[in-house]
């Protein structure tokens, strides 16, 4: 085996598939989150609210698929405009609570996003972004839900849709218990 060589290398093996024009995807995938959690604060900013808090959890299963909430958390991070958080959930089933003994937060959140098990690996088509109440009450809760809706087929891939509290009930529900058990504000 030649040294700098990574055909001859059989840890490189799968690995061959990424190049320049995945770094571009990635990052433009990276800029397209920051635009849209500044659009997204900017409602909480200007009136003097607490900074915006988001967690993310990652009930994913593959390395690509939990690089790519990485990827999301410190696009969200590196924003400056929201506080994020990442819990990973070790959920049996996409629609299994992933919060499920986890400790509760000593502040609420404004937005959670879960991740499920089964997107990485093609089993699952879904990502949830939850919201306490009515999102149409909150402008900014509702610009974020829309804007996060059409960005998450572009960080997981064109198959990879998000619902929120107003496109489905398990979505509904479970953004009305984590508001009761102080997941949400």
């Known amino acids: 085996m ?33 635009a849209i959690l500044c659009s997204l604060v900017v409602g909480a900013v200007t009136v003097g609210a607490a900074p915006y808090r988001v ?4 009930g994913t299963k593959t390395l690509e698929a939990t690089l790519r909430v990485g990827g999301l958390a410190g696009a969200i991070r590196q924003s400056g405009f929201a506080e ?14 992933p919060l499920v003994g986890q400790p509760l937060p000593t ?13 990485g690996d093609g089993t699952s088509d879904l990502v949830w972004l939850l919201v306490a109440g009515s999102p149409g009450a909150n402008p900014a809760a509702s610009s974020a839900l829309s804007l996060l809706s059409s960005s998450m087929g572009l960080v997981f891939g064109s ?27």
């Not at 059989?10 to 995945?22: E, I, N, Q």
């Not at 502040?107 to 997107?119: E, M, Q, Y």
């Open 159 to 185: 198959g990879v849709r998000a619902l929120g509290p107003l496109d489905d009930l398990w979505a509904a529900l479970t953004a009305s218990l984590y508001a009761a058990e102080g997941w949400l504000r």
């Open 107 to 119: 502040t609420p959140f404004d937005l959670i996003i879960i991740i499920p098990r089964g997107v």
């Open 55 to 58: 967690l993310l959890v990652d």
């Open 84 to 97: 994020v958080s990442v819990i990973f959930s070790n959920a049996a089933s996409t629609f299994a609570d």
């Open 2 to 34: 030649l040294l700098g060589s990574r055909m001859a290398d059989p840890v490189w093996d799968g690995v061959s598939d990424v190049g320049p024009a995945k770094g571009v995807e990635m990052r433009r995938t990276a800029w397209m989150v920051t």
